[in-house]
C-alpha cells in the first residue's frame, strides 16, 4: 500500500494548502444545506399528529445532538493518531475540534430542555441519556481547560490526547442509553438498523440538517486547523508565503 | 525527578482521575436502573416500603378520571401484567396520553395507590403527520396512532 | 404569517430552540475566522521583527 498520502498529511505546509483549497467546497454546500433543511423543517415538513409543531425543534436538536457525538469522536481518533506517531498536525486537529464539539453539546442540552418542557413536562432529569450527555460536555470543557493549563505545547498536546482518548468510552454510552437503561429519552429515529421512524416529508429536512452541519463541521475544522498549524510552525520559511497578502 | 518520569506521572495521574470519575458515573447510572420501576416490578416488591420512586409504564385506556372541580386526576399505570392506580394532583404534560408511556414521581400509599407529585409523558420515536396517523387508525386499529389533535402548549404550564 | 409565528402554541419553545442554535452556528463561524486572522497577524509580526533584526 502506498502511503505517501498519510505522511503528505503531517507536512503543515501541504496541510496549510490543502486546507485552504478545501474549505469553500464544504462551506457553501453547508450554508445551502443548511437554508434549505430550515425552510422545509419550518415551512414545508406536516406538523407530528402528537407534537404539532413543537416537534419541529428536532431539526436543531438532533443535528446539534449528532455533532457533539460525531466531533468527539473525530477529536478523539486525531488524538489517538498524534499519540502513537507523533505527528503534531493530528494534534492540531483535536485541538481544533473541541471548542466546536462543546459549543453543539450546548445547543443539543438547551434545545433538549426546550422540547422537554412542553412534551414530557420537565426542562432536565438526571436520566441516563440526558446525563451522559451532560458528561460529554464537561469532558470537551475538561479537555480545553487542560490545554489551556499546560504551558509546554508539546506536553499540552500528550496530555489532553490522553483525557480525549479515554473519554471516548462515552460516546457508546450516550447512544446506546436509551436501550441498555429506563430512560425517559425515546430511541434513535434515525440512527438505527430499521427504517427511519418517520414519512418522506419530515425526514428530508431533519438528512438535510445533518448534512449541511457535518459539513459546516469541516469548513470549520478546516479553518481552525490552518489557524492551529500558523501558531505552531513559529519558525517555517513557508509561512511567509501564506502570510504575505 | 526527569522530565520524562513527570509526564508519565502526569499522564497516569489524569488516566487514574478520568477512570474513578467514569466509574463513579456509571454506578451513579447503575442506581439510575431504577429511574423508573415497572407495575411488576412495585408488585414484586422491589421498591423499598416508603420511599420516594419513579413509576413507568402505560396509561391504561379508559381508566383517567377527573373529579369535577379540581386539578386531580386518577389512573391506571400498567405494563400488560400488573397495574398500579395512581393519583396526581397538578397540570399533565401535553404528552399525556391514555395508552401513552409515562414516568411519575411520587410515593406507594399502604392501600397500594400511587401517589404521584410529578407525572412526565414519554412519547416513542415514531412521527407521522396528522392525517397519516388517523388512516392508519382506521386501518389498524393501531393504538398508538391515535388521532386526537395537536395538542397546543396552551393548556400546559408554559404556553 | 401569525399562525407561522404562533408555531400551534410551541412560539415560546421552538423559536429560542432555534434562535440558541443559530447563534452557536454564526458564533463557530465568526469565532474560527477571528481565530486564524490572529494567528496570520501574529505571524506577520513575527516575520517583520525578524526582518528587522536581521
Not at chain 1, 1 to 21: E, G, I, K, N, Q
Not at chain 1, 38 to 43: N, P
Not at chain 3, 5 to 18: E, L, N, Q, T
Request: glycine residues 8%; positive net charge.
Amino acid at each position: 500500500m502506498d502511503w505517501t498520502w498519510f505522511h503528505r498529511l503531517a507536512s503543515p505546509p501541504h496541510v496549510y494548502a490543502l486546507a485552504v483549497r478545501l474549505t469553500p467546497w464544504f462551506a457553501w454546500p453547508a450554508a445551502l444545506c443548511i437554508a434549505a433543511g430550515l425552510w422545509s423543517g419550518l415551512v414545508l415538513a406536516p406538523p407530528d399528529y402528537q407534537q404539532g409543531d413543537g416537534f419541529r425543534i428536532l431539526y436543531v436538536h438532533a443535528p446539534s445532538a449528532w455533532m457533539s457525538l460525531m466531533v468527539y469522536v473525530t477529536m478523539a481518533t486525531a488524538a489517538a493518531v498524534g499519540l502513537i506517531w507523533r505527528m503534531k498536525v493530528a494534534h492540531a486537529v483535536a485541538a481544533s475540534c473541541a471548542p466546536i464539539g462543546a459549543s453543539f453539546t450546548f445547543a443539543a442540552l438547551v434545545t433538549g430542555a426546550l422540547w422537554g418542557q412542553p412534551m414530557w413536562g420537565t426542562y432536565w432529569q438526571w436520566d441516563p441519556r440526558l446525563t451522559s450527555e451532560l458528561v460529554l460536555l464537561f469532558l470537551y470543557l475538561g479537555y480545553m481547560g487542560l490545554r489551556a493549563g499546560i504551558e509546554d505545547p508539546q506536553r499540552a498536546d500528550r496530555a489532553s490526547a490522553v483525557l480525549a482518548v479515554v473519554g471516548v468510552v462515552n460516546v457508546p454510552i450516550i447512544h446506546y442509553s436509551v436501550t441498555w437503561w429506563n430512560s425517559l429519552h425515546q430511541a434513535p429515529s434515525v440512527m438505527r438498523l430499521a427504517k427511519p421512524a418517520m414519512p418522506f416529508a419530515m425526514l428530508a429536512p431533519l438528512l438535510l440538517m445533518l448534512l449541511g452541519f457535518t459539513l459546516l463541521f469541516a469548513a470549520l475544522l478546516l479553518t481552525r486547523l490552518r489557524a492551529e498549524v500558523l501558531a505552531r510552525e513559529r519558525a517555517a520559511s513557508w509561512i511567509r508565503e501564506v502570510v504575505s497578502v | 525527578m526527569t522530565p520524562r518520569r513527570r509526564r508519565l506521572a502526569l499522564v497516569l495521574g489524569i488516566v487514574a482521575g478520568v477512570s474513578i470519575a467514569g466509574a463513579l458515573a456509571l454506578s451513579a447510572f447503575r442506581q439510575n436502573v431504577t429511574f423508573f420501576f415497572d407495575p411488576s416490578e412495585v408488585a414484586a416488591g422491589m421498591v423499598p416500603a416508603g420511599e420516594r420512586f419513579r413509576l413507568g409504564g402505560m396509561v391504561t385506556k379508559g381508566s383517567l378520571q377527573r373529579p369535577p372541580g379540581s386539578l386531580e386526576v386518577h389512573f391506571v399505570v400498567t405494563d400488560f401484567s400488573h397495574d398500579v392506580p395512581v393519583s396526581y394532583t397538578g397540570v399533565l404534560p401535553d404528552l399525556f396520553r391514555e395508552g401513552a408511556g409515562v414516568v411519575a414521581h411520587g410515593r406507594l400509599r399502604a392501600d397500594g395507590t400511587f401517589v404521584a407529585d410529578e407525572v412526565l409523558a414519554k412519547h416513542d420515536e415514531k412521527y407521522m403527520p396528522p392525517e397519516v396517523a388517523r388512516s392508519l387508525k382506521r386501518r389498524h386499529g393501531d393504538s398508538r396512532a391515535e388521532p386526537t389533535a395537536p395538542a397546543t402548549a396552551s393548556s400546559g404550564s408554559g404556553g | 404569517m401569525k399562525e407561522f409565528f404562533d408555531m400551534g402554541g410551541y412560539a415560546a419553545f421552538v423559536w429560542p430552540a432555534y434562535l440558541v442554535t443559530l447563534a452557536v452556528v454564526v458564533l463557530n463561524i465568526f469565532w474560527a475566522r477571528r481565530s486564524l486572522a490572529r494567528s496570520r497577524r501574529d505571524a506577520r509580526r513575527r516575520l517583520q521583527m525578524q526582518g528587522e533584526a536581521s
